[in-house]
């Protein structure tokens, strides 16, 4: 039987560097194309990568017709707090990225992942726990684009049988690629200070709540989901997923158990505001039940985890990056 190839789009990102490398090591490097707007020489090392801006519709669809793909993972997205300093890229960006691939998979019989968030709730929905079937009233283009996203997901699956899955991520913290314009971006960031010894002014205020989950656990998410038996997925929209609820002050007090030194202050910025429209926390319960997810990593392991990891010179190439 020929085989077919697994596509990422958005694979130089935070979430996409790791996914890439995890899906290479199941799959054989062969079979797995990382695509991104911008040259990646380490990602073409270890398998085949294709530069490409999602939003060259013809661009993609050379690429869907050339390589026989049967799973795309679009990760291509402006996030939170770069959205709201360029609305009109954000929108235009998320949403037509995602109709441009939609609208592909349903041409190629293709499964879809693409990631949803946390930011699709707004003032409305409960800040403690929030249900999967909260309200969304977005606050930000991010969370709007996120929120039409998923409806849209749920519309290709129900008219088209479309096989497109999603989960809510929330705050992502990572070694390996930093992320780039969030609102959660701080958590990693705070790493990368105390382990350098710099002073981290942190942009939230030190008791703001937020859900956050580690790498290893967000990337096991994209897999499960994709892997689990599409008669068990009640949701079509996008699953909540959670591991760990915490303030910048929390996480500040765990890093300061390995190195005391960190200095810190709380400098509150634009991002405040939207980190306020979000949960401190949400209920996950659906994905537990439907398709097993349990998260693996606490505020301890977290912790224990990046400072074995982010080394002075790592958190330099990062800084430089950001
Ligand atoms: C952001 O902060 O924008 C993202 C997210 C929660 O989706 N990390």
Same mark, same amino acid.
């Given at each position: 039987m020929e085989q077919r190839n697994i596509l990422v789009l958005g694979a130089g990102g935070q979430l996409g560097t790791e996914l890439v490398r995890e899906l290479r090591a199941v799959h054989g490097p062969g079979r797995v194309i990382a695509s991104d707007i911008r040259e990646k020489p380490e990602m073409s090392e270890g398998g085949p990568f294709e530069q490409l801006d999602i939003l060259n519709q013809k661009g993609l669809g050379d690429l869907f017709n050339r390589q026989k793909i049967s799973q795309v993972y679009l990760l291509a997205a402006l996030l939170s707090a770069s959205g709201e300093l360029r609305p009109g890229e954000a929108w235009d960006l998320n949403m037509r990225g995602l109709l441009q691939v939609l609208e592909l998979a349903r041409q190629h019989h293709c499964q879809v992942f693409w990631p949803s968030s946390?930011? %699709?709730?707004?003032?409305?929905?409960?800040?403690?726990?929030?249900?999967?079937?909260a309200v969304q009233e977005p606050s930000t283009v991010y969370g709007i684009s996120k929120s039409a996203g998923e409806l849209w997901c749920r519309y290709y699956f129900e008219r088209y049988g479309v096989d497109v899955r999603s989960v809510r991520y929330p705050g992502l913290i990572s070694y390996e690629a930093v992320p780039g314009?969030?609102?959660?971006?701080y958590a990693v960031e705070i790493f990368e200070a105390a382990v350098s010894g710099r002073h981290y002014p942190c942009y939230?205020?030190?008791?703001?709540r937020l859900p956050m989950m580690y790498m290893p656990d967000a990337i096991r998410a994209a897999l499960e989901i994709m892997a689990a038996?599409?008669?068990?997925?009640? %949701?079509?929209?996008s699953y909540n997923v959670a591991a760990v609820s915490f303030t910048p002050r929390l996480i500040a007090a765990s890093i300061q158990r390995h190195i005391p030194e960190l200095s810190w202050e709380s400098v509150p910025d634009y991002r405040q505001k939207i980190a306020e429209s979000w949960p401190g926390s949400i209920d996950d319960s659906l994905a537990r039940h439907d398709w097993n997810w349990k998260p693996r990593y606490g505020i301890k392991e977290i912790t224990d985890d990046m400072i074995a990891h982010v080394t002075p010179e790592k958190s330099q190439q990062m800084m430089e990056k950001i």
């Open positions: 946390i930011a %699709v709730f707004g003032h409305s929905a409960p800040r403690i726990s929030c249900p999967n079937e314009g969030g609102t959660t971006d939230l205020r030190a008791d703001t038996p599409a008669a068990r997925l009640s %949701v079509r929209t």
